[in-house]
């Protein structure tokens, strides 16, 4: 279960990284969804015993999910969710105002690509 | 009693719901924006006095103990850095509003500007790995709003790669508490100072790192801190105080209390003092080759946050206290000379020092005030920069290492230069006309009070010294913190 989980966090993280390289805007926001979901695999990974109730009382000593890291998941799930709308609309703004959708150059690697043209 | 130490979070966050429902009335909207800011300092000036004579306040936010609820701990550390951070804060704030043409620009900025000052708040007082995460993106996510609130098209572009940066960091950093988290099995600072104890001294490192990288990429060290000189300038003045004065020493604080209480160390760490070396002089040669104030002291907050690394690397209770008055420094004097170089641009229209020339004839106001400033950045004695850098050397010394100490006092002269070179450029020289421009009274005078703050904190230099090491020695003596939040048993 744990080595399933560690498999697909890397997938995503690897497949997100690489998403997160590339020009175009839209690829780079799944790439950061990706990701985001990678880091909350790992959080759903780190808890033990995973198929009991969440509930102390009524099982024997020990023998009860972890409820919190899903209650820490829950959280990061709401917040990535939260800031990716955003970038979405950042997105769209960028692409309605320059009628592009591929991120800036920068600024000082144009300058340094730039020197030798000057005389 | 302990409930004061909840309202630095809870007074901007009522105020940002306020300044929405009176969204009709922008003076209403001013009104609380500035209440709230103003109730702010005074509540956090009340802490820093109290929690230096009657000790640490702890919160057990919905009465559930540490380490199963969150804990909020006000403790010398995070009361002396909401002091100064609410005074920034203030400070900015009535020079945003007193800006020209503000009606309709500042709709809805006052709402995104509590929330920020709420996450930041939350950032200094929370005692919980998980709750920082939390208040990260709470002041990140009002960043990124403050940045692009009525962007054009070309700041817009600009922006995306701060915005992309710091969900990047964000879900490295949710990935590192997760791994802390499997290791561990709690995210209470106070519990893993313990626990931490048990982790093989390999995997242990290995986390430490990690969530080095992950606040270094907000703090801007070197080599994470490529994002900030494109993305601050672009944005209006008062968001670039702002974020250069207190969004990346956010991220140092982070590292200073992450570092300081989970992976102590008995000797300075020299991967450390490299990164610091680097990160001081990297970000002086890049401010050396500007040509645009803003983008000269985009490059400075690379090369100061150096200074806080190499105190906190030294691993030294003079070490880390330096660093504290450092960032305390750092706050303070980077905010107001970007309120200066924004007042510049104001009045001459840009800030190109190519293009501007004596304005030290034509607003004397502005140099006045830009002269303290910037001779404090680069130490010049008795401003607070050298009250900081004294503290740094004198903590290099004590620990023998006379490498970085040197390299530090290079990259100060460079800073020195690189200031003449604005002086130079912008306030000295023949004006090209000799009429006298008109500065916005409340933006002088914002900008005026926080360099008169400067001021004060190099004439108070020795108490808020002793403050800092008693910050430090909390930070650094075994058991001290844990004793806050635990209790003497825990």
Do not use: C
């Not at chain 1, 591929?102 to 005389?119: F, L, N, S, Y």
């Not at chain 2, 510049?344 to 190109?352: K, L, Q």
């Amino acid at each position: 279960m744990t080595v399933t989980l560690a498999l697909t966090a890397g997938v995503l993280f690897a497949t997100g990284t690489f998403l997160l390289l590339q020009k175009r805007l839209s690829r780079i926001i799944v790439g950061l969804g990706l990701i985001a979901h990678g880091a909350n695999l790992i959080i759903l990974g780190s808890g033990r015993r995973p198929g009991l109730p969440p509930v102390i009382e009524d099982s024997a000593a020990g023998a009860y999910s972890d409820p919190l890291e899903q209650a820490l998941v829950l959280t990061a799930i709401v917040i990535t969710f939260g800031v990716t709308a955003f970038l979405l609309a950042l997105a769209y703004r960028s692409w309605s105002e320059t009628g592009s959708d591929e991120v800036e150059d920068d600024t000082e690697d144009v300058r340094i690509a730039h020197k030798g043209d000057q005389p | 009693m302990t409930t004061m130490a909840t309202l630095p979070i809870v007074i901007p966050l009522a105020a940002a719901a306020l300044t929405l429902i009176v969204q009709k009335s922008l003076r209403l909207e001013r009104i609380i924006g500035i209440g709230a800011s103003l109730a702010s300092v005074a509540v956090a000036i009340w802490l820093l006095v109290e929690v230096d004579t009657q000790g640490a306040i702890v919160v057990q936010v919905g009465g559930w103990a540490a380490p199963i609820g969150i804990s909020l701990v006000a403790d010398r550390l995070a009361v002396l850095l909401l002091a100064t951070s609410t005074i920034a804060l203030a400070a900015v704030l009535v020079y945003a509003v007193s800006q020209k043409s503000t009606d309709e620009d500042l709709r809805g900025f006052h709402a995104v500007y509590q929330m920020l000052a709420a996450g930041v708040a939350l950032a200094l007082l929370t005692g919980d790995l998980f709750t920082l995460f939390v208040a990260f993106e709470i002041m990140l996510t009002a960043s990124y709003v403050l940045l692009t609130h009525r962007a054009g098209g070309s700041e817009t572009r600009a922006t995306i790669s701060y915005v992309v940066i710091g969900l990047v960091a964000s879900g490295l950093l949710l990935t590192t508490i997760g791994l802390i988290y499997a290791v561990t099995g709690t995210v209470n600072i106070a519990d893993l100072t313990v626990k931490l104890d048990a982790v093989p001294p390999g995997v242990r490192a290995g986390l430490g790192w990690l969530l080095f990288m992950v606040f270094g990429i907000k703090a801007a060290i070197f080599p994470l801190f490529f994002w900030l000189p494109d993305s601050y300038p672009v944005a209006p003045t008062p968001v670039t105080a702002l974020f250069a004065g207190l969004l990346t020493k956010i991220g140092v604080y982070a590292i200073v209390r992450t570092q300081t209480l989970l992976f102590p160390s008995d000797e300075p760490v020299t991967l450390m003092l490299v990164i610091a070396g680097f990160t001081m002089i990297v970000g002086v040669l890049g401010a050396i080759a500007q040509k645009d104030i803003k983008r000269i002291l985009s490059f400075h907050i690379v090369s100061q946050i150096g200074y806080m690394i190499m105190g906190l690397g030294f691993f030294t209770v003079g070490g880390v206290a330096a660093a504290i008055v450092f960032i305390i420094h750092q706050i303070i004097v980077k905010a107001s000379l970007f309120l200066v170089g924004g007042l510049v641009e104001e009045t001459e229209g840009t800030g190109a020092i190519d293009a501007v020339d004596g304005v030290a004839r034509r607003s004397p106001i502005l140099a006045i005030l830009f002269l303290p400033a910037a001779l404090s950045l680069a130490g010049f004695p008795p401003f607070s920069g050298f009250v900081g850098k004294l503290a740094l050397v004198e903590a290099g010394f004590s620990a023998q290492s006379w490498a970085i100490v040197g390299i530090s006092l290079f990259a100060s002269v460079l800073t020195l230069f690189s200031m003449t070179k604005i002086w130079g450029g912008v306030f000295w020289g023949a004006p090209k006309n000799d009429t006298p421009s008109h500065v916005p009274r409340g933006m002088a005078y914002a900008t005026a009070s926080l360099v008169i703050v400067g001021i004060v904190i190099a004439l108070g230099a020795e108490p808020l010294i002793e403050y800092a090491e008693r910050a430090a020695t909390d930070l650094m003596a075994e058991g001290v913190y844990r004793g806050f939040v635990l209790g003497a048993g825990g």
